[in-house]
């Protein structure tokens, strides 16, 4: 055998390795390929649900927040109409009670006057 022949015979020695090697390493790895497509697919089949439940979700709580920011400036209102309710009748009911007190002071006051007068004139006599 010439040199020639023995460096075809390693040559292919070594190819037939590397493609025994290849082939050894490509069957795990296409196993995991396929396997991560198919966990990929699962996922995509279990996530899809999810993800529109959570936008229906999130849908349902801006409505429920909005509804809550129109019921606190409803109650904002109600509270302010309320408070002018209670400065006018504080006012209606006030003014009122401060004449009655005012007039009947200067009623006492002008029956004592009179009073005293006509017990000085009783006594005068």
């Known amino acids: 055998m010439t040199s020639l022949e023995i460096a075809g015979l390693v040559s292919i020695i070594l190819i037939s390795a590397f493609a025994i090697v290849a082939i050894i390493i490509a069957i ?28 229906d979700t999130i849908t349902n709580l801006n409505t429920e927040v909005s509804s809550i920011a129109d019921l606190t400036q409803s109650i904002s209102s109600i509270v302010e109409q309320l408070e002018k309710v209670i400065r006018l009748a504080r006012i209606l009911i006030t003014s009122p009670i401060i004449k009655i007190i005012s007039a009947s002071a200067g009623l ?18």
């Open 28 to 55: 795990p790895l296409f196993k995991l390929i396929n396997k991560i497509k198919y966990m990929a697919g699962k996922l995509n089949e279990s996530l899809v649900p999810i993800v529109e439940k959570l936008n």
């Open 108 to 125: 006492f006051s002008g029956l004592s006057k009179a009073g005293a007068e006509g017990k000085k004139k009783e006594d005068e006599k």
